[in-house]
């Protein structure tokens, strides 16, 4: 069965600080994988994916992400932080016919002045 | 172009009541999921439809829910009798061939309480 742990519910980082939002998947088969935002009150915006293309993907807003298979991650990264981008992320897995996304618990990216 | 539409954005009900959730997917998309939202299970699928088909409803969680698509362009949810507990965010969300890595698209949600 696939998984998805995400490490830490809330991360805080200083404004111009590199952000770093860990997430760790299981599947038993190369997934797809995913970091969708969620700003507050509203739904899911896709961040990017990975489709066993490049490991290194870029996405919208400055983020990227790189897949390591040796370690079963696919962390998030942005060199400096803008006060946008408090929100909560998720990290999501996905593979078979269906495509459905399995999510991570989340975290909330606090970014200070 | 216009994204998954969902109605009611808010919904506060009662106890015991009949609720019901609208969902339009994206034109051309062949799949269609609904998920919900809490603070304590995080997103969870509950159904899954494939060509108006459900494929997989493993995830709703008793027989008070039911979820139908009788076309390409609209599906519910409904939840009767509504209980407390039932309060969440519910989004649906459309892809066409999800499987083959395709972006999963989310509507706005819907904000539910139940009181």
């Known amino acids: 069965a696939q998984s998805v742990t995400q490490l830490g519910s809330h991360v805080s980082v200083s404004e111009g600080a590199l952000v770093l939002l860990r997430c760790n998947y299981s599947?038993?088969?190369?997934?797809?994988l995913f970091w969708y935002v969620q700003y507050p009150n509203q739904g899911l915006q896709l961040l990017l994916k990975?489709?066993?293309?490049?490991?290194l993907v870029k996405g919208i807003n400055g983020f990227e992400a790189e897949f390591k298979k040796s370690e079963t991650s696919f962390h998030l990264t942005k060199p400096s932080a803008h006060m946008s981008d408090a929100a909560e992320y998720f990290c999501?897995?996905?593979?078979?016919?269906?495509?459905?996304?399995?999510f991570g618990q989340g975290t909330t990216l606090q970014v200070k002045p | 172009d216009a994204g998954v539409i969902q109605s009611p954005r808010h919904e506060v009900t009662e106890m015991g009541q009949e609720v019901t959730l609208r969902c339009k997917p994206i034109?051309?998309?062949?799949?269609l999921f609904w998920y919900r939202q809490t603070m304590m299970r995080g997103l969870e699928l509950l159904i899954y439809?494939?060509?108006?088909?459900?494929?997989?409803d493993s995830g709703m969680p008793e027989d008070r829910f039911s979820a139908k698509m009788p076309n390409a362009s609209f599906s519910t949810l409904k939840i009767q009798p509504s209980e407390p507990r039932d309060s969440a965010v519910y989004f649906c969300?459309?892809?066409?061939?999800?499987?083959?890595?395709?972006?999963?698209?989310f509507g706005e949600g819907s904000w539910l309480t139940v009181v």
């Open positions: 599947s038993s088969v190369p997934p797809y």
């Open positions: 034109s051309g998309h062949n799949s």
């Open positions: 999501a897995v996905s593979r078979g016919n269906t495509g459905k996304l399995i």
């Open positions: 439809f494939n060509n108006n088909v459900p494929i997989d």
């Open positions: 990975y489709t066993s293309a490049a490991t």
């Open positions: 969300a459309s892809s066409y061939d999800p499987g083959t890595g395709n972006t999963i698209y």
